[in-house]
Each structure stands twice: as structure tokens, then as C-alpha cells.
């Protein structure tokens, strides 16, 4: 009962502090005229860029703060070092999606600069060989990957799950919304399989993702940024080797991985953002480079007119259909 009440401290102090922080971002950002347009309304109105800098501190402070209970408190040290890589892996997908936060989404990092620089984020769980290695193959049977796990396989799912996130974007409410409901998965898929340590985790994060969302929502006072998708991203890798849950994840990532191959058809060059015409919002392009253009080609088609949470609402449900593909490749 005493473990259960310090959880649950935790998970409200995580909120609380999101919700804080990211409020004085939003005025800050706004006073020193870091903003930028909202580009799916007639508008454009200016809104505060990456906020999911509160995210992160707050996922991070909370932490720590779990790390004090664990050694003072509790007095044991189990899951201290996993705990620890995932906060430099945090601060690494933060620290560079910031950087290009900074230089702004038309000047930002080239793709392929991008993919190099979130190398260095598989690190800390490459180094401290987290994960089991051995894994079952669909068709093929178990296989014991040895080194090649650590060396290879964590790194290509950590950069993969980094960059992946950060195509589907662009839309008030999307990547929180996304966020809330991949880790509410895994919040549950942890409970099945019996890992109490990582439900606390993912219900910290889903408390500050649900503290950024009250911000984020339509109409959003501030834009994730890509500090925000690259941490998010990392941190479904992360859960996927901790938890040892890497086909579930695989499953509940689908959505990200059909946008990067719709993305690759223009070269990684294709814009989410939608047209504004007298049906409301209707994609871009002629040809389809994006789920995003998928849901308003739908959408034009049943409707008489598109709005922005029509299309995010669309993507929701979207993901809750691999989320419910992923709970049955767990029974």
C-alpha cells in the first residue's frame, strides 16, 4: 500500500508540474517571439513552439524523484541503471530535436543529418545491454541474437522509433493525442505481463502528456516541436526493449511506419499540412504523401466539410486499430 500511495504521488506531481511549466513556456515563448504560425487555419494565427520542452523536465524531474524514493525510501537499487539510460536517452532526443526546434522548421536539419544525429541516442541502452536478446521470430521460432541485440538491433529500433514519430505531425492534438493513446497501451500491456516498475513510468508520462494536451488540443496555445516527437519517439523504443515487448510495439508503431513510406514517395520533402478551400481542408497535393492526406481525401469524400479534428479524431482511430492488433499479439 505504501509503494501504491507513492506512485500515485508521482503520477500527480508529473501532471502537476507539466501543467505548470508548460504554461510559463507558452508565455515565454510568446514574449520573446518564439512562435509560429498555425497553418491549417485561415487565420494563421501564432502559437508557442516546442512546448514538449515542459514535457520532457517534467518526465525527467519525476524521475529522479522516483529514483530518490527507490534508494532513500525503499532502500533498493533494482531497475536504477535502466531508469538512468532512459533519462539520458530522453535528454539526447531532446537536446538535438531542440536544436532543430531552434532553426525552425523550413531552415531545420536536412532528413538524412537528422537520422545521423539521433545515432547517439541509442547509446545508453546499447552500452548497458538492456533488453533480452533472445526474441520470437513468427514462422521462424526463438532465436538468441547474442551481441548482435545490443549492437545492432537496440540502436536500429531506438533510431527508428525517433525519427518515425516525428513524420506524423503537424495537426493540434496529434502527437500528444497519438502519445496518450500508445502509452495507455503500454501502460496495460504492462500490467499483463506483470512489470510494475514500468507501469509507474508510462503513468508518469501519460500524466504529463495529458497535462500537455489540455494546452495542445485545438485550438493548441502551443506546438509540441520536434523536442517533443523525438523524445516521444525514443521512449516507445525504449519501452519496447525494457519491457521486452518489441512485436507489440512493432505493431502499435504501424501507423508511423505507413507514413514513412508515404513520405519517401516525395523524398521525405512532403508538407502534413493541409489546403484551406470551401469544403474546409483538403490535402495538399494531387498524389497522396502522408496518412494525413489519406484522411482528408476520406474525408472530403463523406463530408461536406473537413475541419482540422476531423482529421486528428480520424488518425486516433486509426491507431486504436493496431493498438487492438498489438493486445491480440500478446495472447
Request: proline fraction near 3%; charge should be positive; charged fraction near 15%.
Amino acid at each position: 500500500m505504501y509503494e501504491i500511495l507513492i506512485s500515485i504521488l508521482h503520477i500527480i506531481i508529473a501532471f502537476f508540474v507539466c501543467f505548470w511549466l508548460t504554461k510559463k513556456w507558452i508565455n515565454v515563448a510568446r514574449a520573446r517571439g518564439f512562435v509560429g504560425k498555425d497553418m491549417n487555419k485561415k487565420e494563421k494565427p501564432l502559437v508557442a513552439e516546442a512546448g514538449g520542452i515542459a514535457v520532457i523536465i517534467s518526465i525527467i524531474f519525476s524521475l529522479f524523484l522516483y529514483i530518490f524514493f527507490k534508494t532513500f525510501v525503499l532502500k533498493t537499487e533494482t531497475h536504477i541503471i535502466e531508469v538512468l539510460a532512459f533519462i539520458i536517452t530522453l535528454l539526447l532526443a531532446c537536446f538535438i530535436g531542440f536544436i532543430d526546434d531552434i532553426l525552425g522548421w523550413k531552415k531545420g536539419i536536412s532528413g538524412w543529418k537528422k537520422i545521423l544525429m539521433t545515432i547517439p541516442i541509442a547509446i545508453p541502452l546499447a552500452v548497458i545491454n538492456a533488453g533480452h536478446s533472445t526474441m520470437h521470430i513468427p514462422f521462424i521460432g526463438t532465436i538468441d541474437f547474442g551481441l548482435v541485440y545490443p549492437i545492432i538491433l537496440v540502436p536500429l529500433a531506438i533510431i527508428g522509433t525517433t525519427n518515425g514519430y516525428n513524420l506524423l505531425a503537424g495537426y493540434n492534438g496529434l502527437e500528444a493525442g497519438l502519445g496518450i493513446i500508445i502509452f495507455t497501451a503500454f501502460f496495460i500491456a504492462f500490467f499483463i505481463t506483470q512489470q510494475p516498475w514500468l507501469m509507474l513510468i508510462t503513468a508518469i508520462i501519460l500524466a504529463t502528456l495529458i497535462a500537455f494536451f489540455i494546452y495542445n488540443k485545438y485550438p493548441a496555445k502551443v506546438f509540441p516541436g520536434n523536442c517533443f516527437t523525438f523524445s516521444i519517439g525514443s521512449t516507445i523504443g525504449v519501452f519496447a526493449i525494457l519491457g521486452n515487448v518489441e512485436r507489440f510495439a512493432l505493431i502499435l508503431f504501424f501507423p508511423f511506419i505507413i507514413e514513412g513510406i508515404l513520405k519517401a514517395r516525395s523524398n521525405f520533402k512532403a508538407e502534413n499540412f493541409a489546403k484551406q478551400s470551401e469544403k474546409g481542408l483538403t490535402k495538399p497535393y494531387k498524389k497522396i504523401y502522408s496518412l494525413t492526406h489519406a484522411t482528408l481525401a476520406l474525408l472530403n469524400k463523406i463530408k461536406k466539410k473537413t475541419t482540422e479534428q476531423d482529421v486528428v479524431i480520424s488518425l486516433y482511430i486509426f491507431q486504436l486499430f493496431f493498438v487492438l492488433l498489438a493486445f491480440l499479439s500478446l495472447v
